[in-house]
């Protein structure tokens, strides 16, 4: 059973930070990606940031320069460490993992359960 364990929502004041924490647990053999998403309500969920595992990164425009997307493979945890926020950025945040489970050859992504992030004006 793989699981996708998100952490580090909150509340905070327009210019705060928050940093999101996502703990990848379970029989897995590898993890090619990973990656958080976001959805803001009436919209679409939308890419922020991905890490492959060749640690090449990738930014939504709107996100670039204020958040930084980093992971430690040793706990399997990806963050992502948000600066400058912005009303915009309100929004339920999802952690995404493509890897392989043990026994299988297959890539899938999973997704961890969201976690919120408020940002006041």
């Known amino acids: 059973q793989v699981q996708l364990v998100e952490s580090g929502g909150g509340l905070v004041q327009a210019g705060g930070s928050l940093r999101l924490s996502c703990v990848v647990s379970?029989?897995?053999?590898?993890?090619?990606?990973t990656g958080w998403y976001r959805q803001a309500p009436g919209k679409q969920r939308e890419l922020v940031a991905a890490?492959?595992?060749?640690?090449?990164?990738n930014y939504a425009d709107s996100v670039k320069g204020r958040f930084t997307i980093s992971r430690d493979n040793a706990k399997n945890t990806v963050y992502l460490q948000m600066n400058s926020l912005k009303p915009e950025d309100t929004a339920v945040y999802y952690c995404?993992?493509?890897?392989?489970?043990?026994?299988?050859?297959?890539?899938?992504?999973?997704w961890g359960q969201g976690t919120q992030v408020t940002v006041s004006s």
């Open positions: 379970g029989r897995i053999f590898s993890i090619n990606a």
């Open positions: 995404n993992a493509r890897l392989r489970p043990y026994l299988t050859t297959n890539y899938y992504d999973y």
């Open positions: 890490i492959t595992i060749g640690d090449s990164t």
